[in-house]
């Protein structure tokens, strides 16, 4: 039987309001420059421009939110106009979003290929590891391997993500100045999102709501955006 400490640390990330696992949130935007203006506009800092994702036809712009939690401001990129069909699905609803929505997580591991395994042995349905990399504006390579459930809810289960050994992490050097107040999935039917949680080997508490959305509180020097709220 489970002693009452080896159930409050498995249960701990279920309460915190920032989960310790999270990695980064992606906020959606049909144009980047738009998107960069919209969290200026709510937090008092910029997001700084990251890169592109070759192949994937989408760039960004990140901004750090306190220690190993960051802001992915994601948008098409309209200088890649050849989008092999298999990785046009997302710049494609990016292109379709009215306002800068929050459309994904990552949750960050440091033993992708153990995530895997355990995947395996769960019977869950995933595509990866898979390398992924991106050139930064001083020219620095950033490099990551990710695990993308093949129904990830639309975007309410996240991806894992294990940066490179050589990789410095976007918190470190993106736009300081935030914080990520609280972050929340919600769904109305928690119970079901909740049990699938578990599968993944994540224990994390899922908010009851009419409509089923991620949900984010960020604070910055001159105020706060909540999106999804």
């Known amino acids: 039987m489970m002693g009452g400490a080896a159930l409050l640390r498995q249960n701990l990330w279920s309460f915190e309001k920032v989960p310790s696992m999270l990695d980064h949130l992606l906020l959606g935007c049909s144009d980047l420059d738009q998107g960069m203006a919209f969290v200026e506009e709510h937090t008092g800092v910029c997001p700084a421009m990251g890169g592109v994702h070759p192949g994937r036809g989408t760039r960004n712009a990140l901004l750090a939110l306190g220690p190993r939690h960051y802001l992915e401001v994601i948008a098409p990129d309209p200088a890649q106009t050849a989008i092999p069909t298999t990785r046009a699905e997302l710049p494609t ?3 379709q979003l009215a306002a800068p929505t929050l459309v994904d997580w990552a949750v960050h591991t440091s033993d992708i290929a153990s ?22 504006p001083d020219g620095k390579m950033v490099r990551w391997q990710t695990l993308n459930l093949d129904n990830d809810r639309g975007g309410l289960l996240p991806f894992f993500i294990e940066w490179g050994a050589e990789t410095v992490h976007p918190s470190v050097d993106a736009p300081a100045g935030c914080n990520l107040e609280s972050f929340a999935v919600v769904s109305p039917d928690s119970a079901a999102l909740s049990a699938e949680f578990h599968k993944l080997g994540i224990s994390f508490q899922v908010e009851s709501g009419e409509t089923a959305h991620l949900q984010a509180r960020v604070v910055g020097p001159k ?7």
């Open 93 to 95: 609803r990016l292109k």
């Open 115 to 136: 995530v895997a395994g355990r995947w395996r042995n769960a019977a869950v349905t995933f595509h990866g590891p898979t390398p992924g990399s991106r050139a930064r």
């Open 223 to 229: 105020g706060t955006l909540a999106l999804g709220a």
